[in-house]
C-alpha cells in the first residue's frame, strides 16, 4: 500500500472532477490519463462508492496502469496546489518595510517530488485553477504565486464548509487575484488617498505638536473602507455601524463620514462646550451620525460609535448598535446592516473582548451578519515589538476560532488593499459571515505625535523616515502608466487644501464647540435630566383590567402539550398568586412588569448567563415543552399587536455581553433592555463597560442610555464570591445625575422602578441590586393593588410604627438586610426602632429622608445599617451624602474579603450585626 500514500481527499475530488470530464468528452483529457480510464472499467465498480470504497478503486486501476510516473507527478502538483492554498501566505510580499520571516518547508517544487524537468511538462491540474485545460507546470507556479504571494496573502483553507472554500477559490482564480480597475476607478482611488495624506499633512501644519493619532502609513485604509461602504450600498447594504480606536479616527470622520473639517479644526483648538454642565472627551473619541447619499443617489446612514482609550471595548457595542437597528429598523434583515470593526494588531491579539464578541457571531441572540474586520496592522504597540506582543503567528489568529477567512494585505499596494476590501464585501453579503482584513503598514510617528519612536525602534524608524506614502507610490504607477500627469496631480492637491484652509477660517469664528450628533434621530423629543426630576417619580400604575389579561398569559399552558409536572405546579402557583392569596412573589411581580410594557408597545430584551430560567430558577420566562423541547414564551401572547419580548441565555461573558447590551440600548430608547449577572459579582468582568460607557457616556459624548442591570446581591452565607455585586463601586461612580443605583425591598417596587424608565422624558442607566432570599421570601410580595396605582417610591417610611412619638431610634437600610431587622425587632420587640429603607441610593432622595427624619419627634439615633462590611456597601457614600452629619454606622468590620467562606461563620456575623443595630 506504501505506492498509494500520496492519495488523500483532495486527490479524490481533483480525480472525480477529471473522471466526469473524461466521461463527457474524452478527446480533452491528456493522453496518459485517457489511457488510465480506458483501462479499466469505472462505471462498474466507481460509481456509488463511499469515498474510502473509491480511494480502493482507484488503487486497484493504478495496479493496472503500467506507466505510474505521470499520474502520480499530476497529484503532486495537487499536493504543490494544495500548499499554495494552505500556505502560500507565508511567503507573501505583504510587509511593507520589513523582510518576511523566513518559514519552512518552502514551496519549492523539489519538495513535492518535482524538479526542472517537469516545468514544461503539462498536467491536468491546471482545471484546478480555473484554466481551460492542461497546463505547464511553470504556468501553473505563476499562477499561484500570483494568487497567493504577492501583495495579498490569504488564509482559508482550515473552513469546514465546503460551498465557502469554493466560492473563495474560484473567486480568487478571478483574474489570478490581481486587481483590474477601470482609468476612472483608479483615479477615483487616488483622490482619497489624496484626501487621507493632504488632511494629515494640514493639521500636522496648522496644528503642530497636537496628538491627532495619525493615519499616516496606512492612507490606504480611507479608499478601501470607501469601496466596502459604496460597494455594498450596491449589495444591500443601507446601514453602516462603525467602531475603531484612535488611530486614524479623524481622517476617518473627514474624508469617509464627511464630517465637516470646519468642525474638527475647531475641536483642535480646545474651545469651551456650548453645554456648561458638559465635559466633553477628546476630538479622537467622539461618536458621528450621519446619512451619505451616494453617486447613484442611493442613501445610506453612517454610525461611527464614540468610544473610550479602552482598546477593542467598543467592539461589543457596535455589534449591539447592529443588532438593534437590524431587528427593529430593519425588519430582521441581517443584509441592510454591516458591522465594520477596525482593530490595532496589538490590540486584536492580546485583548480578550475580540474573543468574546466574535464567539458571538452565529449566536442567536447576537448574530448581526457577519462584520468586516480591518486591522491596522503597524507592527508596533505603542513602543511594544510584534515579536513581544503576541505568540501567535499573526495578529488576526483569533479569527480561526470561527473559521473566518484573512486577508493579509500591503498597504503600500493600494490597489490590493481595496481589491481585498470588495472581496470582504461580497464574502459577507453573500454569506453573512465575518471576514478579516489584516493591513500591514506601518506608522510613521510613535505612538502619538509628540512620541519619540527611536527609543525602541530605531532601525525600522530608519526604514520608515525614507520611506514614501502610499500615495507617492500610487501615483508614480498611475504615471507610469499614463493615466495622470502632473497637472492632474497638482489640480487634485490644490483643490482639496483650498478647501481645508476654508474650513480653517471658518473654525476660527467659531467661539463654543458642540457634541457632534450621533444616533440623533434615535433620540428625538428627549431632554436631559434635572435635579427636580428625581424628587417624585411619575405615576406607574397599570389598571386590573390590562394586569388580568397579562395574569392570564402568565398562568396558560397550551392544553395540547406535555409540560413538566414541576412546571405545571409553578403556573398553578402564579395563578394562585393572582386569583386566591394576592400577593404576588418577585419572579411574578417582574414578568407582570415586562408585560405592561409589551401591551404598552414598548419590547423587552434580556440577556446574561442562564436568564431565561433565572440563575435561581425564578423567572421561567421560557417554559419547555417536555418531550419535544419547544420553546413557550407566555409574554409573546398576551394580546394582537404586542410588542415582542425577547430573553437570551448569553454566552459566559461579562464585558462582551453587557457592551452588546449597553450598544443595543443606545439604539433603542424606547426598549427596555436588562443584562443580569449570573452573580452580582461577576458584573466586575464586565468593569471597563460599566466605568467607560454606563457612568460616563453622557459627559463625554451626550449619549443617554437606558439600560437596566441586574446584580443579584445580597449575604445568605455562600461566599465571598456570591454575596456582594460590590454597591460601593456603583456609589462611587454617581455623580451629575449619571444613573440611578437602587436596591429593593418588594415586586411593586420593581414593577414601578422598570415602568419609571419610560415615564421620564430621558433615559438613565439603572443599577440594580437585585435579590436572592427575597425572591422567595413569604413577606417580599405585593398585591395587584399596589401594581394598579401608586409610583416607585425612593423611600419607605415604617408603615407598622403606629406611635411614632415612641420611636427613639431611627435606622436606615436597604435590601433584604430590611426583611432580617424586621424579624429582629419582632422577636425582641425592640418597637422603639424604626425600620426606614432606602430604595434608591443615587440619586439619594435627601428630601424625603429630611422629611421622615423630621416625622420622628423623639429619634435621638440616627443609624444607617448595613451587611456589607465597612469599606463596602454604601457606608463612606452615606458619610458623605446623608443629610444627618451626626449619623451613625452599623456593619461588619472592614474586609479585604466581601464575605466568609464558612456558612456557619457568615451567619455568626449576620447575626452580630443585627444584634448590634438594636443594642447601639
Known sequence: MDRFSFLNAAHLQFFDELYQQYLENPDIIEPSWRAFFQGFDFANEYADCSPVERVKVIEKAVEQTADLSHIIKEFRVIELINAYRQRGHLFTETNPVRARRKYS????????????????????????????????????????????????????????????????????????NIPNFTPDQKKYILTKLTEAVGFEAFLNTKFVGQKRFSIEGAESLIPALDMAINHGAELGVREVVMGMAHRGRLNVLSNIFGKTQRDIFSEFEGKEYEDEDFDGDVKYHLGYSTLKVLDDSTQIRLTLSPNPSHLEAVNAVVEGIARARIDYNHYGNVSAVLPILIHGDAAIAAQGIVYEVVQMETLDGYKTGGTIHFVINNQVGFTTNYLDARSSTYCTDVAKVILAPVFHVNGDDTEAVVHVAKFAIEYRQRFLRDIFIDLLCYRKYGHNEGDEPRFTQPLLYKIIAKHPNPRDIYMKKLKEEGLVDEDFLKKVDADFKAILEMRYDESKKIEKNRITPFLQEDWE???????????????????????????????????????????????????????????????????????????????????????????????????LVEDSEEEIVQLNHIEPGQARFEIYNSLLSEYGVLGFEYGYALARPNHLVIWEAQFGDFANGAQIIIDQFISAAEDKWAVQNGLVLYLPHGYEGQGAEHSSARLERFLQLCAQLNMIVCNLTTPAQLFHMLRRQFAWPFRKPVVLMSPKSLLRHPRATSTLEELESGRFQEVIDDLLIEDKAAVTKLVFVTGKFYYELLEERETEKHFDTALVRIEQLYPLPTKKIEEIIASYPNAKKIVWAQEEPSNMGAHWYMKMKFPVKDLLVVSPNASASPASGSHQAAIALQKRTIKKVFSI
Open 525 to 623: 423629543g428627549f431632554r436631559k435630566a434635572t435635579l427636580e426630576d428625581f424628587h417624585t417619580s411619575p405615576e406607574t400604575g397599570v389598571s386590573r383590567e390590562k394586569l388580568l389579561k397579562i395574569a392570564k398569559a402568565l398562568t396558560t399552558l397550551p392544553a395540547d402539550k406535555k409540560f413538566f409536572n414541576k412546571v405545571v405546579r409553578l403556573v398553578e402557583d402564579r395563578r394562585k398568586m393572582i386569583e386566591e392569596r394576592n400577593a404576588l412573589d418577585w419572579g411574578m411581580g417582574e414578568l407582570m412588569a415586562y408585560g405592561s410594557l409589551l401591551i404598552e408597545g414598548i419590547p423587552v430584551r434580556i440577556s446574561g448567563e442562564d436568564v431565561e430560567r433565572g440563575t435561581f430558577s425564578h423567572r421561567h420566562a421560557i417554559i
Open 105 to 176: 518547508p518552502t514551496l519549492d517544487i523539489e519538495n513535492f517530488g518535482l524538479d526542472a524537468s517537469d516545468l514544461d511538462k503539462p498536467f491536468e491540474a491546471a482545471r484546478e485553477l480555473g484554466l481551460s485545460g492542461p497546463a505547464p507546470l511553470r504556468r501553473i507556479i505563476q499562477h499561484l504565486k500570483n494568487v497567493y504571494c504577492r501583495s495579498i496573502g490569504v488564509e482559508f483553507m482550515y473552513i469546514r464548509d465546503v460551498e465557502r472554500r469554493k466560492w473563495i477559490i474560484d473567486r480568487l482564480n478571478v483574474n489570478e
